[in-house]
């Protein structure tokens, strides 16, 4: 390498470096301000805090106590753990099934889940949630079920993708063997989806976790997510506690990066590659 | 297997189906027909025909403004976005010391929550606002560039990410061979890496045109449509429809009829386009 490549990666370097910081600049500020007293915020959010500004830990108390955040952390975690595994085996399962058995039913099912993934959600929002509501899903265990069907169309279609590239001899193999069509996919084929299983758990992951506006719809009433919690400080315009505010962007960031950090080689291979199947 | 008995067939579908048929294929046939019904609740509708669509257009301007708002949007996100996410993934692909440091950096906005992205936002522009007296509720221009500039923070690192995959792809043999034909960066860059990564700016274009079009949380943070409904996008209007006041729900209904086929016409083209594609390479 000569040395006007190797100025020239220099440059480089220090260019992405001031980028890399501009990139983290907005959550560093809302952590500093997260320790800011309530009225210092808005007007100053720049500021650093001084001896006069700092608060400790006081937003995060008050900000814990108004929005309920333990509950909502708990609800979350539920919510998003179960649907994520009830969509990871049930839509496995499903795609499977109508790849492997070539009926007239089988692409009818594949299409009205393919079909489903181009659908915003707002054409079903008012219908879903009171469907939700007659038949008693309007809960953490039944929202589940909700997120199940709405989150199939995505999920069949790229298991089914995977699917369509596994050789059947294996499978075959095991039907002369004496296993049923049970036995078969729950000890040959769901072990070989490993990997396409983790980039499905991880899309879905995303975005129950994030997801705003169908639990708000179905069970916001009575039971807050984390996102709920949220939005729930903004009330009215001009009377919400800014630093409960803070507080909780910062408590509702922690886990996220918690999770990016420690699995972040499967979270970039599953973006990849949902995105080049979706 | 082209044969399994019914019984199994039925273990392994029917849980999804019956999900499938309560969380979307029940409602989204009983929303194309409340589409044509004035209703409050699912039980109490009676046939108006496409009134609902007349009104959605006639009552107010908000569906036509948010329609108007979401397309602009749309634009100028992709443009952006795309040209960002491309010069980085250019960057990143130099070999250059700390490339995966930075590149967990830049992807990692994207894993948080649009609420949580809304108030982060709604933080910053109005720390710099309120420095010439007003915030991000003064006008709908201040509200679309914050929307862009906060897509653009979330959006850039996934894009980036795809594009390093399409550039990572190119046979090395392909640029060697320009080079010693006597080919410079810029012309390797136009006549090579451009051409090569088509694919992942068809994925990417495709991508960041529906995930404008359907954004919500977002904007229902940062702006909640503010000042009045000026800055709504089209999913946020059609919630404020719903919810706003009763007896609209109707209109509601045939705005997000209209919207469904908007994002769906969008989503047929670029299916056309990537058939096309595949076609000729």
Known sequence: ?278 | MQKMPKLFYAFFTLPTIIAFLIAFLIPFLLGIYLSFTEFTTVTNSHWVGVGNYILAFSDDKNFLNAAIFTAKFAVVSIILINVFAFLLALLLTRKIKGTNGFRTVFFMPNLIGGIVLGYIWQLLINGVLIKFGVDITFSANYGFWGLVVLMNWQMVGYMMIIYIAGIQGIPTELIEAAKIDGANSWQTLRSIIIPMVMPAVTICTFLTVTNSFKLFDQNLALTAGAPGRASAMLALDIFNTFYGRVGSEGVGQAKAVMFFIIVGLIVMLQLLLTRKREVES
């Open chain 1, 1 to 278: 390498m000569n040395t006007k490549n190797r100025t020239q990666d220099l440059i480089l370097f220090i260019f992405l470096c001031i980028l890399a910081i501009l990139f983290l600049t907005p959550i560093l500020l809302v952590l500093m301000n997260s320790f800011k007293g309530r009225f210092f915020i808005s007007d100053t959010p720049f500021a650093l805090p001084t001896t006069q500004t700092f608060s400790g830990i006081k937003n995060y108390v008050s900000g814990i106590a108004k929005t309920g955040f333990l509950p909502a952390f708990g609800y979350s975690l539920f919510i998003t753990v179960f649907s994520v595994g009830a969509i990871v085996l049930f839509t496995s399962m499903t795609a499977w099934c109508i790849t492997r058995v070539k009926s007239k039913l089988s692409t009818v099912i594949y299409f009205l889940m393919v079909f489903s993934m181009i659908v915003p959600f707002q054409m079903v929002m008012f219908t879903m949630s009171k469907m939700a509501n007659i038949m008693h899903l309007d809960n953490p265990i039944g929202i589940i079920v909700i997120y199940l069907g709405f989150g199939a169309g995505l999920s069949v279609f790229i298991f089914s993708g995977f699917i369509k590239g596994i050789p059947h001899e294996i499978e075959e193999a095991a039907t002369i063997d004496g296993c049923n069509p049970i036995q078969t996919f729950f000890l040959i084929v769901f072990p070989i989806l490993k990997p396409i299983s983790i980039t499905v758990a991880i899309l879905n992951t995303m975005w129950v976790w994030n997801d705003y506006l169908l639990p708000y719809l179905v069970i916001g009433n009575s039971y807050k997510t984390i996102p709920i919690a949220v939005q729930y400080l903004q009330g009215g315009y001009g009377s919400r506690d800014m630093g409960a505010m803070m507080a909780m962007l910062v408590l509702a960031i922690i886990p996220i990066v918690v999770f990016y950090l420690t699995s972040q080689k499967y979270i970039i291979k599953g973006v990849v590659a949902g995105a080049v199947k979706g």
